[in-house]
């Protein structure tokens, strides 16, 4: 497995890019956490995702990149996607971001 840290944004545009991929079936949104707030996840859609990171990220001044972004690949390597859940979910946990919206 590899991680690579990229650039991070000052906006959102990620989720977008995920967002489209996922509506043209290239990928798959495996988890969603930390929106307890937007309550139900099948009912809310990527404007209320970006809204809500945007009202937290209002709360503290010092935020000045608001999206971590990182692709982990495991090239070669066929993992269920419960298993892939676990391993980003994990990985997130162990840099420090485990209790922020993911």
């Known amino acids: 497995m590899i991680v690579k840290i990229l650039s991070s944004a000052r906006n959102f545009a990620g989720v977008q890019y995920n967002e489209c991929k996922n509506d043209a079936g290239k990928s798959e949104l495996l988890v969603g956490q930390n929106f307890s707030a937007l309550g139900n996840k099948s009912e ?3 404007m209320d995702h970006i809204r809500y990171m945007e009202a937290v990220c209002a ?3 010092r935020v000045t990149n608001r999206q971590f972004h990182a692709v982990i690949s495991a090239k070669g390597v066929d993992y ?3 298993k892939l859940k676990e391993m980003g979910v994990s990985f997130l946990e162990k840099m420090g971001y485990g209790n922020i919206p993911i």
């Open 80 to 82: 269920p996607l419960d």
């Open 59 to 61: 709360l503290n001044p």
């Open 44 to 46: 809310v859609n990527r």
